[in-house]
């Protein structure tokens, strides 16, 4: 992984908003590199929220839109190398932010391509030939996380 990616800015949200947060992008990547731990409160709710805030700044600066599988996994990685939370915390918080989507990846197409050729040939105006009906469609999952700059 490059850290140009994870060094990206922060977006902001869909109404034009940035949360403020207490670790910005590049002090998480530090503590990563270095393995230093995250300052936490000696509660429960002061770790859940801040794995959240950590797992959304490193997805949200990865490719996420087009491979937010991929992204899930170099996250999880990442977390895993510098130890402080565990694989259990980090899925469940990305079971917690999953949404299914009929939206469907770059990642996604290319591991179903019974399903780009669908979209394919449905974006090419030919709904006659699309034999799935719209309740049946295959649904990829991605993630929805606050944004926190």
Not at 2 to 8: A, D, F, I, P, V
Not at 19 to 45: A, C, G, H, V, W
Not at 101 to 120: D, G, N
Request: net charge negative; glycine share 2%.
């Amino acid at each position: 992984m490059t850290n140009e990616k994870l060094l990206s800015a922060c977006k902001p949200n869909s109404i034009g908003v940035s949360s403020t947060s207490q670790y910005d992008l590049n002090e998480i990547i530090e503590k990563i590199k270095n393995k230093s731990p995250f300052e936490l409160k000696d509660n429960e709710r002061s770790r859940t929220w801040s794995l959240r805030v950590i797992i959304s700044k490193l997805y949200y600066s990865l490719e996420y839109e087009n491979a937010p599988q991929a992204s899930r996994q170099k996250v999880t990685e990442l977390l895993l190398y510098h130890g402080q939370f565990s694989r259990k915390e980090i899925d469940e918080m990305f079971q917690l932010s999953a949404k299914e989507t009929i939206q469907y990846s770059i990642e996604f197409l290319k591991q179903h391509p019974e399903v780009a050729q669908a979209e394919a040939l449905k974006s090419k105006e030919f709904p006659d030939e699309i034999e799935e009906e719209e309740g049946e469609r295959l649904k990829e999952i991605k993630y929805i996380f606050p944004r926190y700059c």
